[in-house]
């Protein structure tokens, strides 16, 4: 069946500018990260979905950060007024919650690579 | 707090010799413990997990891992490692769901392969 997919793969904005990342998970994984993978950071966790319930948002570096998923499905990742400290790839993964499992895999999509020029 | 520590930044082995990387984690539970693997400009593809039971693990690719609860290390092996190897690993620890289910990474390794 299909992966996650990200949309755009790569994607150049200018300093100050608004960006918008999407993510499709895998169908019926009714959890959903995002993470972000920078050089300096490595890779960070940014924000949870799980269902109906509240988003975790504690990885979220700063209030420019927002993220939404609508129905449960799509993700969309904003950042506004963008710095170059955003440049970063930008990772989705999706996971299955089993309500006896302590843990789930996660399947990560292919990224999106963002530069802030 | 939990964190994950891959001591090796940059590996360099020759095609067909053993491979060993290292990975130590701190967690105050029982830990969901994995390693990915990322090749250049591909997303994470996991290689193997290890949440409970015998603790050798296997994985694809001929890769397994080892979890040491007295050591607090998961490293990753391969008896004989292919030019296709070289790439970067992450070792990463989970969370339980409950508690958000986030993996928490080390800084990853890169492997070089030499023919």
């Known amino acids: 069946g299909a992966g996650v997919s990200q949309s755009p793969s790569n994607k150049v904005t200018e300093k100050g500018k608004d960006v918008e990342l999407r993510c499709d998970p895998i169908?019926?994984?009714?959890?959903l990260y995002w993470y972000r993978q920078s050089l300096g950071q490595g890779l960070e966790f940014l924000i949870y979905f799980q269902g109906n319930s509240a988003p975790d948002k504690s990885g979220l570096p700063s209030d420019r950060f927002s993220a939404e998923r609508t129905g449960g499905s799509v993700s969309t990742l904003t950042i506004q007024r963008t710095q170059q400290e955003d440049s970063a790839v930008y990772l989705c993964a999706s996971s299955f919650v089993l309500m006896r499992a302590g843990y789930n895999e996660q399947f990560f999509g292919p990224g999106t690579r963002l530069t802030v020029l | 707090a939990q964190s994950v520590t891959q001591p090796d930044i940059h590996i360099t082995v020759s095609e067909g010799a053993s491979l060993e990387l290292r990975c130590n984690y701190s967690?105050?539970?029982?830990?969901?413990l994995f390693w990915y693997v990322q090749s250049p400009g591909q997303g994470l593809q996991l290689l193997l997990k290890?949440?409970?039971?015998?603790?050798l693990v296997q994985g694809i690719k001929g890769f397994e891992a080892e979890f040491k609860r007295s050591q607090s290390s998961f490293n990753l092996r391969k008896p004989s490692v292919h030019w296709s190897d070289a790439a970067e690993y992450f070792c990463a620890v989970g969370r339980a769901y409950n508690q958000g289910g986030k993996l928490i990474f080390g800084q990853g390794t890169e492997l070089s392969v030499k023919p």
């Open positions: 169908s019926g994984h009714t959890a």
């Open positions: 290890y949440f409970s039971g015998d603790t």
């Open positions: 967690y105050g539970a029982t830990p969901y």
